[in-house]
């Protein structure tokens, strides 16, 4: 299994302002990607980052508002921009080495935003 | 468009008892089920999972089933314990590796 970190573990946020998230995959992953869990919700899925080119966002989210990057095979950021409180969430990363094997998931980034 | 459904909600049961946890989808185009749990205030962690040639997965006192006819899934704890408190929660994958969640379980286990 990977292990995945993110960075932040936490934060508390102004409106208007942006947060870069991290996330770091201690081995080559070949697919990467950008969760939201909101206040007592389940996850749904915000983008697919892919290495090299724009990641592929899912209906509801856009670049403009979660621009993505993916440099490389083990390493992709979030950035959640202009937070509003409606922001408020924990966002995860999940990694999976190929279609159809198990996706394992970051421990997550809490942000609030005021 | 795929739905998933988790039945109950949340669980409360007394230590040693054996459970069910219930999932349910309505697209039967699946790639695989997975089971995960979440603690409190954590990420979410793999405990099983079910390609879609499958029927059944086993790990420990957990056992998962998948019956793509019915679009359901059950995941059997054996023998529950106060540590395995927490929210569980079923995937399935579609194309594109997307993973829908259910809802959860919120499970409660008493010693």
């Known amino acids: 299994s990977a292990v995945i970190s993110q960075k932040p573990s936490r934060d508390i946020c102004q409106r208007g302002t942006s947060l870069t998230i991290q996330c770091q995959v201690d081995?080559?992953?070949?697919?990467m990607f950008w969760y939201r869990q909101q206040p007592g919700q389940s996850l749904t899925l915000i983008a697919t980052a892919n290495q090299g080119s724009e990641a592929t966002y899912e209906s509801g989210f856009v670049i403009d508002k979660f621009p993505i990057s993916r440099p490389n095979l083990t390493f992709s950021t979030l950035t959640v921009s202009n937070m509003s409180p409606e922001d408020s969430s924990i966002y995860l990363c999940?990694?999976?080495?190929?279609?159809?094997?198990?996706?394992?998931f970051g421990p997550g980034t809490r942000l609030l935003v005021l | 468009k795929q739905e998933v459904t988790q039945i109950p909600a949340a669980l409360s049961v007394p230590e040693g008892e054996n459970l069910v946890l219930n999932c349910s989808f309505t697209d039967s185009a699946i790639y695989n089920l997975q089971w995960f749990r979440q603690d409190p205030g954590k990420g979410l962690t793999s405990l099983l999972l079910i390609q879609s040639s499958q029927r059944e997965q086993t790990s420990g006192r957990l056992n998962a089933s998948l019956d793509k006819s019915s679009g359901r899934s059950t995941l059997y704890i054996a023998a529950s314990q106060p540590g395995d408190s927490a929210t569980y929660l079923c995937a399935f994958e579609t194309s594109g590796s997307r993973l829908t969640f259910g809802e959860g379980t919120q499970l409660t286990v008493n010693p």
């Open positions: 081995s080559q992953v070949t697919m």
């Open positions: 999940s990694v999976q080495q190929g279609r159809q094997e198990t996706q394992y």
